[in-house]
């Protein structure tokens, strides 16, 4: 995405590997504002943190438009802990962004990025998330196959 940041295969595989909140979106606004996702994380920022939207591209059809975080929101969850954000839909940013602000904010400060993942069975809950990148060599991109485990008791 940026000249002098880290490819695919240089990525910390910690960041993919772990504990995670899958949070159900699906009946949010289609903007994830500062106030909402404060709302929503009030007491405890997770370290990865899932988006389920609803506008996934698994019944394939590329969705018009899909919710997205505001810059300022995705630097409230880095700053409260937050290393990974995960969304079913195809970006983390607008579908017709040149500029990328969401994806900015969260390389710029340390956070990791997963999208296009199948949510559609999964309920809002605590899950170990296993989805390191595949290690393509000099790429800013590469594949997951991410898999969810419950956990049993709420980290």
């Given at each position: ?28 606004p289609m903007t ?43 630097a409230f969850l ?48 605590w899950y170990e ?27």
């Amino acid at each position: 995405m940026e000249d002098g940041w880290a490819a695919s295969d240089a990525l910390p595989l910690s960041a993919f590997i772990g504990i995670a909140f899958v949070l159900d979106a699906r009946n949010a606004p289609m903007t994830f504002t500062l106030d909402w996702v404060q709302e929503q994380f009030a007491l405890e920022v997770p370290e990865r943190l899932l988006l389920r939207t609803g506008h996934s591209i698994a019944r394939g059809t590329f969705p018009e438009q899909w919710p997205v975080l505001t810059q300022s929101a995705a630097a409230f969850l880095v700053k409260g802990g937050t290393r990974l954000v995960g969304t079913d839909a195809p970006s983390v940013d607008e579908r017709h962004s040149k500029t990328l602000p969401v994806h900015h904010e969260l390389f710029v400060r340390g956070a990791f990025i997963l999208e296009n993942l199948a949510l559609d069975d999964v309920g809002q809950g605590w899950y170990e998330l296993y989805a390191q990148p595949l290690r393509l060599v000099g790429m800013d991109a590469a594949p997951v196959r991410a898999v969810l485990r419950p956990v049993s008791d709420q980290v």
